[in-house]
């Protein structure tokens, strides 16, 4: 059974940093790519940032380039979304996804695989 678990959200000041965790199991990670969402209220699921574990290949929204960083741990299965110059318009529950593929994609229906979501509020 494929199971992903995100951890690591919470409450952080603006220019803060938080680092999401996704912990995955019940696939092999190197052929799988991981993709992180945010969800917003009122707006549908948004890509943010991904990575293909096996050859490393990364995604970054515009909004988030220079801010974010996504890697991956194998030896864990788990995947990371280290955020840093935190915006209040980040705030949002973040889902990772993933899917039985090498090509990151940015469309929700493309990963049949998602994690319960983690909220990150960045407020002062």
């Known amino acids: 059974e494929v199971q992903l678990v995100e951890s690591g959200g919470g409450l952080v000041q603006p220019g803060g940093s938080l680092r999401l965790s996704c912990a995955t199991s019940?696939?092999?990670?190197?052929?799988?790519?991981v993709t992180w969402f945010q969800k917003v209220p009122g707006k549908e699921r948004e890509a943010v940032s991904g990575?293909?574990?096996?050859?490393?290949?990364?995604y970054y929204a515009d909004s988030v380039k220079g801010r974010f960083t996504v890697s991956s741990d194998g030896a864990k299965s788990t995947v990371y979304l280290q955020m840093n110059n935190l915006k209040p318009e980040d705030t949002a529950t973040y889902y990772c996804?993933?899917?039985?593929?090498?090509?990151?994609?940015?469309?929700?229906?493309?990963?049949?695989?998602w994690g319960q979501g983690t909220q990150v509020t960045v407020s002062s």
């Open positions: 996804a993933a899917a039985p593929v090498a090509q990151l994609r940015t469309w929700v229906g493309y990963y049949p695989y």
């Open positions: 019940g696939f092999t990670f190197d052929d799988y790519a």
């Open positions: 990575i293909s574990a096996g050859d490393g290949g990364t």
